[in-house]
């Protein structure tokens, strides 16, 4: 039951990040440097609180790469794997960019 509903969010934000984007509305914020050297980015219209109330889903880009994402806003966050589906294990963030980012994410919603 809980990956049937981390997959039905899932679909749903992509799917709201893909309108705003063909849309040309999407809000890209820059978060800095990650420990890799490469530029973060965070999509500030794809954060969604996840409908359980334990976190947020969110998209960001690193370098060339646009991964969707879940934190439960513990300082962790995971990452969609290539099958658009099921979730890599939670990671700690390696860089205050994604330090940065994690908090940006969890505290969005409350500054709107």
């Known amino acids: 039951m809980l990956s049937r509903m981390m ?5 749903f934000v992509i ?7 063909a849309q040309g509305e999407a809000r890209w ?9 490469e530029k973060v980015y965070l999509n500030l ?5 996840d409908a359980r109330g334990g976190g947020y889903f ?4 690193i370098g060339q790469d646009r991964p969707f994402s879940f934190t439960p806003c513990d300082g ?3 990452v969609v794997k290539a099958d658009g589906v099921t979730f890599e294990p939670m990671l700690e963030p390696q860089s205050e960019a994604t330090r940065k980012m ?11």
Do not use: K, P
């Open 7 to 11: 997959t039905l969010a899932a679909i």
């Open 15 to 21: 799917a709201v990040e893909a309108n705003a984007m």
């Open 29 to 37: 914020e820059y978060q800095g440097v990650a420990s890799t050297g």
């Open 45 to 49: 219209d794809s954060i969604q609180a």
């Open 58 to 61: 969110f998209t960001y880009q």
């Open 76 to 78: 962790r966050f995971q």
């Open 102 to 112: 994690l908090r940006r994410v969890c505290t969005y919603h409350l500054s709107q």
